[in-house]
């Protein structure tokens, strides 16, 4: 295993290239060496580690036991731990490390993956994820700390150490008290009529969300019954992935028929993405997109902090960001209203430090967003939030629902004023990298020459950014701006007709991904034209730059 920005994941086992007792223990091992040569008051401020709910009997792994040995490790050392008694959200470590002012955070989740998973997410003192030189710090200190200090097993000794502390009371406390302040029109919540069903698909969200709505005085979210208490094997579903669509939300559509509910809020099993769906009156469930509902949330945190804030000139010092893959939807909101937009790398961990950046020099960051169901609404939590996600949306419809307003209709009056952000995104897997390599070689060297193509298909190509390389043909020394990573692929190509598409490799799984927009300016409302050509745009992209024929690429399973 490699240890990298986004810390570790792998299925959980016997052996080195697994998640298991001995490769926590060498990892965390690491990980203290790091942080005791980084900070001179490790000792003072400590580390905070929680866990979600995965277990994998077969080999005895599962996190809580992880993240009680990664605990071991610190306490024996002399650092104080604040470990959690019980599962948590991923966003509870980042607001914990924000909110204790602490060196470091762990959380020990795989997230949405498969359930023989498990992973290690690490936190640096600013509150957000780590990025560059510390993956590579912490992996060569990882690689120096490999034998197993004394007692390394034995976790029964933090039990009655003053160095252990549970912070799960106070920052639960905390945590609900500081999403107060998001809560923009109470007297509406209070009289809402609006249902809603939620599902944290066998995770850790069902409490959560619920003492959510309850802060936002809310009525509270019926909970899809089979799905809303921890379960590690994942019963009732494929993959535990709200991004994946209807699948997941089978049983939550069905009760929503039952209790006649319009609005479906679906958690991923740490709790910090969220997927929303809709009954539209034709009777369909339309499921959002992740830059269909940053659309929306932007929009409605935007609104609302502009209500309170009517002076404009606080616009030129507030924000907002979204990764390079997402939807420009947040640009042109931003160009009308005169707020400022940036761009980051794909990934919360660079829209978390930059939103930090920012906020240390006085600056307001209103929202974050990326296409893969992430939403930072509350800059208290530097990181993806699917809690505060799903309280807002919540608020967000109930406020439109005295309005007669759907959300799908909020969307499509967005769309109206400023113009037209469609999206269509999927990928293809690939296990083998020296494939990956001659594809992304062949779009480098398209015609011989080392040129990049001019064209795909019938479209025609007007800018090229080549974040592997660091190649940008926009910018007039031909350097890209963002940084550059050799280890990755990543290609984005610029359309003479508005359209913008990204071909990229996945950093945790078998996968080459694209992402597809077209940008229509305000006005240009046929919005069926505009589908048939971006579904003309990324067949092209298929046919001509995949060649999934000559690659032998596996096309995305329906």
Known sequence: MEFGTAGLRAPMG???????????????????????????????????????????PASGGSSKRFARLAATAFISQGVPVHLFSDITPTPFVPYTVSHLKLCAGIMITASHNPKQDNGYKVYWDNGAQIISPHDRGISQAIEENLEPWPQAW???????????????????????????????????????????????????????????????????????????????????????????????????????????????????PDADRLAVAEKQDSGEWKVFSGNELGALLGWWLFTSWREKNPDRSTLKDTYMLSSTVSSKILRAIAL???????ETLTGFKWMGNRAKQLIDQGKTVLFAFEEAIGYMCCPFVLDKDGVSAAVLSAELASFLATKNLSLSQQLKAIYLEYGYHITKASYFICHDQGTIQKLFGNLRNYDGKNNYPKTCGKFEISAI?????????????????????????????????????????????????????????????????????????????????????????????E
């Open 14 to 56: 016997a052996g080195i290239s697994r998640m298991n007792d001995l490769t926590i223990i060498q990892t965390t091992q690491g990980f203290c060496r790091y942080l005791e040569k980084q900070f001179s008051d490790l000792k003072q401020r400590g580390v905070v580690i929680s866990f979600d709910a995965r277990a994998h």
């Open 154 to 268: 034995e976790d029964s000794l933090i039990d009655g150490s003053p160095l252990l502390h549970n912070p799960s009371t106070s920052i639960s406390n905390d945590y609900f008290e500081d999403l107060k302040k998001y809560c923009f029109h109470r007297s509406v919540n209070k009289e809402s009529k609006v249902k809603f069903v939620h599902t944290s698909v066998h995770g850790v969200g069902h409490e959560f969300v619920q003492l959510a709505f309850k802060a936002f005085d809310l009525a509270p979210p019926e909970a899809v019954p089979q799905q809303k208490d921890p379960d590690p094997e994942f019963p009732t579903v494929k993959y535990p992935n709200p991004e994946e669509g209807k699948g997941v939300l089978t049983l939550s559509f069905a009760l929503a028929d039952k209790i006649k509910a319009k609005i479906i809020l679906a958690n991923d």
């Open 465 to 557: 950014r080549d974040l592997t390389t660091g190649y940008d043909d926009s910018q007039p020394d031909k350097k890209a701006v963002l940084p550059t990573s050799k280890s990755s692929q990543m290609i984005t190509f610029t359309f003479a007709n508005g359209g913008v598409a990204t071909m990229r490799t996945s950093g945790t799984e078998p996968k080459i991904k694209y992402y597809a927009e077209l940008c229509a300016p305000p006005g240009n409302s046929d919005l069926e034209q505009l589908k048939r050509e971006l579904d003309e745009l990324v067949s092209a992209l298929e046919e001509h730059f995949f060649q999934p024929q000559k690659y032998n690429l596996q096309p995305r399973a």
């Open 336 to 342: 009308k209203e005169g707020f400022h937009f940036e």
